[in-house]
């Protein structure tokens, strides 16, 4: 059922993702957008349906390893796209973000992932606000990062005035940059709560905040970065440009501390 529910939302998403490049190319495909939305919502009722699975499956919710967190991951990602979408009137946001959702499908298909098992020791009802908000906190500022791609290939068309095919196709440079700060914001606010939250339950399961676990160290220098960036943004008038590279540097470090820090060092954290 798990398998069946994936792979049918993973066609179902393909075939808007396939339907919106063609609208970059064919803009008079746009009156056929609404109808083929329908299917990104097809696609998410069965990828819920697939949660759910996956949580009788395993009795346990999916927070435990890096294949259930891309599961959760992959499937709160639906909704951002959905909100930015009607938010900027544009359904660019799909084709930057729904190869991630696809991908992530497709690696939780293809992965024959053991059986996750979570020690009693770290059993707390801390875990359910520390994973969520912290994945949650990834999911924004990737949105953060596809909006910096956005802006700094837009940025680069001008500045050679060679504006390509895309140019207009994408949010403008204003709505880039306020796509950018926006998801920043909320995703600092995020981590800030999984950061707390992870320190707190850490105290309740080993009797410390702090371990200087090489995950802990990770999470609290991209902590920094983004505090740094939403600072000289508010105070010291960055350009968008330098926020934007700031933004992808920022990202690029998530993704150390998401899937590189295993091969840094060992940690007590299963992902």
Request: hydrophobic share 60%.
């Amino acid at each position: 059922m798990l398998k069946l529910n994936l792979i049918l939302a993973i066609i179902c998403y393909s075939v808007v993702l396939i339907f919106a490049f063609l609208m970059i190319y064919r803009v008079e495909l746009k009156i056929y957008w609404k109808r083929i939305k329908l299917l990104l919502y097809i696609g998410f009722a069965a990828h819920t349906f697939g949660l759910m699975s996956y949580f009788v499956l395993k009795n346990h919710f999916p927070i435990i390893s890096n294949i259930e967190a891309l599961l959760l991951m992959s499937w709160l990602l639906v909704p951002l796209i959905l909100f930015i979408e009607w938010k900027n009137r544009s359904m660019i946001m799909s084709v930057v973000l729904l190869p991630f959702v696809i991908l992530a499908l497709f690696a939780i298909l293809i992965i024959n992932s053991p059986m996750a098992f979570l020690s009693p020791k770290l059993k707390s009802y801390w875990m359910y606000i520390h994973v969520p908000t912290s994945l949650l906190a990834i999911l924004f500022l990737f949105i953060s990062f596809g909006a910096s791609l956005m802006y700094l290939v837009q940025n680069n068309a001008i500045k050679l005035k060679k504006p390509g095919f895309l140019y207009d196709k994408l949010p403008s440079l204003a709505q880039c940059d306020l796509i950018n700060y926006n998801s920043i914001w909320i995703g600092f606010i995020l981590i800030s709560i999984g950061m707390i939250s992870g320190m707190l339950w850490s105290k309740k399961c080993f009797g410390e905040f702090w371990q200087w676990d090489i995950k802990e160290i990770l999470t609290l220098l991209v902590w920094i970065v983004y505090l740094i960036i939403l600072i000289y943004r508010l105070y010291m008038k960055w350009t968008a440009k330098i926020i934007a590279y700031l933004s992808i540097i920022g990202f690029l470090l998530i993704l150390i501390t998401f899937l590189g820090y295993a091969y840094i060092s060992k940690s007590y954290h299963s992902f």
